[in-house]
């Protein structure tokens, strides 16, 4: 892990970066569709400024039949603080929409805990470092859908609901520095540098339903997605001279999300393209029982179980929308 007490560490999967969420940006700009839209045909860019706080955490056993013990590392990262930007790109023809998204943030605060234990249940800890955590995210995402209208006759309000199908990348560059050793209680050591990138990524469902005053053009949407996806991380542990660098090890997993969203927009002065766009947004997800291989510097590999990977992430933005 992070000093030489540390055991090992590691498991499977490939290494993420973070622009591999940005090389879908000619998709996005050609996307979507406008948050509560009542035109024939148009298309919509949204630009918001916002602030977002993740957590993430992962346990590894102490071998692929998840014993000796069970929960042999745990690392934490919390109270991640960060600052984006998310575009949104939407187009729509009648009632058929396509709709992108894209979202970068740094990771201005936060904090890490790394573990590592004897015995079954997180039992005898023999080592714990508390840190302090850095980097960035990307986010980007696609989908298609097709709008059913609700509204009743006469009434001055628009409703109606929308399937959604689409895929989406989510990445994690996660830097830990500033170590502290808690226990045993050895303070603050030099040199930590420890990274590990995440990327989730795969198909989505959703439905979102959505209402418009055809008066003001006050609108807001609900978006609730299933996402199913596959994981994968790569870490490099600096201060561990056993390992192998730049990859110590690897994570590999399938997993599942949901997300939830909801957005507005409301016209500035009723202008009839300029709008004010505000939206709240919530995510968890998590893997399944997955795989950790770790490499070492005299190139041999060892493997155990992943046991589960957690992650949450709640933002909010507010911004500009130009609908055209």
């Not at 745990?74 to 709709?99: C, G, H, M």
């Not at 997800?285 to 060892?302: A, E, H, M, N, P």
């Amino acid at each position: 892990m992070l000093i030489n007490l540390y055991m090992y560490d590691g498991l499977a999967c490939g290494r993420v970066e973070v622009v591999m969420c940005k090389s879908i940006l000619g998709l996005v700009f050609g996307c979507a569709v406008p948050v509560m839209t009542l035109a024939d045909s148009g298309l919509s860019t949204a630009l918001q400024l916002g602030y977002r706080a993740d957590s993430l955490d992962w346990t590894i056993a102490g071998d692929i039949n998840g014993q000796n013990p069970n929960v042999l590392s745990e690392l934490q990262w919390t109270d991640l603080q960060i600052p984006q930007v998310k575009l949104d790109v939407d187009a729509y023809l009648s009632n058929f929409y396509l709709r992108g998204k894209l979202a970068y943030g740094e990771i201005h605060s936060g904090d890490n805990q790394d573990s590592d234990y004897l015995f079954d249940n997180r039992n005898g800890e023999f080592s714990r470092s508390n840190n302090a955590a850095a980097g960035e995210v990307a986010d980007a995402s696609i989908g298609f859908g097709y709008r059913f209208d609700t509204s009743d006759r006469g009434s001055k309000f628009s409703s109606y609901f929308m399937p959604m199908l689409g895929y989406s990348i989510h990445n994690q560059d996660l830097q830990t520095t500033d170590g502290f050793q808690t226990f045993p209680a050895t303070g603050a050591f030099a040199g930590l540098n420890a990274t590990y990138d995440t990327e989730w990524d795969g198909v989505w469902v959703g439905l979102v339903f959505g209402e418009a005053n055809t008066q003001t053009d006050l609108a807001l949407e609900l978006s609730m997605i299933y996402h199913d996806v596959d994981y994968q991380a790569e870490a490099d542990w600096n201060l561990r001279p056993d390992f192998a660098h730049p990859k110590s090890y690897e994570h590999l997993a399938t997993g599942h999300g949901f997300t939830l969203s909801l957005n507005g927009r409301k016209p500035i002065d009723y202008s009839k393209h300029w709008f004010w766009a505000f939206g709240i947004d919530y995510g968890r997800w998590q893997t399944r029982v997955g795989l950790d291989q770790t490499y070492f510097s005299d190139g041999s590999t060892i493997q155990t179980r992943l046991n589960r990977v957690n992650w949450e992430s709640a933002a909010i933005n507010l911004g500009l929308e130009l609908r055209m």
